[in-house]
């Protein structure tokens, strides 16, 4: 980003919620509980994953994927905005924010292709049962999780160069609690139409071909699973695909609003709560939304447990 007058520009502040000093207060407290169940929940998953031979299947190889892309996520923003919280220096250097902003975009786009991919997955696991094991080969699901980091990530170094190509004109507060794409673009000292239609257009592609997919993939499995004279066979069904669908519509809802509305409809109060719930809210529900009714994984976990417990 250009600077102003040739001079050094050392960072950013985080205005966040320093406005509201009594909510920052209530904000800590709730924030680290939902840190650490963040950090419990998904780390939970992928252990599990990698310790019960049953849960080792595409299914649990995406949902690892995903619990790790969330550790990720949420920690990539939260761990500093807790010491803001407590703190009266709201300060990130520009190299922090451009690596921030990277991390967040890059696994932001992740998540939204590999939804896709797990919706697929479902597809392939409902509607052609028999041929499961051939389509959904382990080679082809690690392909299939690697295109998913690598479109994430290509599309973040797209984005986050066009940012901050910007020029600032020595501004540097920032109306959010991470470093964000609307958020930096407010302090943009030129018109940033440009900008912002080509980081429209990526994002609309980035959001839009996954939810092409999953409409299709559940559109095909709807179908299956009413063809399914066992009414026991149809819950068993829709519940392999229940918990995929609520977190798709968790995720999206949020990303929806956060990045392909007109900016001039932008609202940085509800930017921030917005930002709150799909950098922890959701990362937190995920894990928990995939296990509590999912006998598979509440299984995995009673035979770990008693492992561990008759090793003493």
């Known amino acids: 980003m250009d600077l102003k007058n040739g001079s050094s520009f050392t960072g950013f502040i985080l205005l966040g919620f320093s406005d509201r000093p009594q909510l920052e207060r209530v904000l800590f407290v709730v924030l680290l509980i939902f840190y650490l169940l963040t950090l419990l929940g998904n780390t939970t998953i992928i252990a599990l994953s990698l310790l019960d031979p049953h849960l080792q299947t595409p299914m649990y190889f ?9 550790l990720c996520y949420t920690t990539s923003t939260v761990p500093q905005l807790l010491v803001h919280l407590r703190g009266a220096d709201k300060s990130i250097s520009f190299a922090g924010c451009v690596a921030q902003l990277f ?4 696994l932001g786009g992740t ?26 080969h382990p080679r082809l699901c690690a392909l299939m999780a690697s295109a998913s ?23 540097n507060k920032i109306h959010n609690f991470f470093c964000e794409v609307t958020p930096l673009l407010k302090l943009a000292c030129v018109d940033t139409t440009g900008n912002e ?16 997919l999953i409409t299709f993939s559940y559109g095909q499995i709807v179908r299956a699973v009413l063809r399914i004279k066992s009414a026991t066979g149809q819950r068993k069904a829709f519940g392999t695909c229940g918990s995929h669908l609520t977190v798709v519509s968790l995720f999206y809802g949020s990303a929806i609003y956060a990045y392909v509305q ?10 921030k709560f917005i ?36 090793s003493r």
């Not at 991390?103 to 890059?106: E, K, P, S, T, Y």
């Not at 479902?122 to 051939?134: D, E, F, G, I, Q």
């Not at 009714?293 to 417990?309: E, F, P, S, T």
């Open 62 to 70: 995406f949902l690892s994927n995903l619990s790790f892309l969330d």
């Open 103 to 106: 991390i967040a975009l890059g």
């Open 111 to 136: 998540e939204c292709i590999l939804l896709g991919v797990m919706a697929f997955d479902r597809y392939a696991a409902v509607c052609r049962p028999l041929h499961y094991t051939v389509i959904m």
């Open 149 to 171: 980091w690598s479109i994430g990530f290509a599309n973040s170094s797209l984005q986050t160069v066009l940012i901050f190509l910007v020029p600032l004109c020595g501004r």
């Open 197 to 212: 239609n080509e980081i429209f257009f990526a994002s609309v592609i980035i959001l839009l071909i996954p939810v092409a």
């Open 262 to 271: 007109p900016s001039n409809n932008y609202s940085q109060d509800q930017g």
């Open 275 to 310: 930002s709150l719930f799909y950098t922890i809210v959701t990362p937190m529900a995920n894990p928990f939304i995939y296990t509590l009714r999912n006998k598979d994984v509440m299984g995995a976990m009673r035979k770990v447990l008693c492992r561990g417990y008759d």
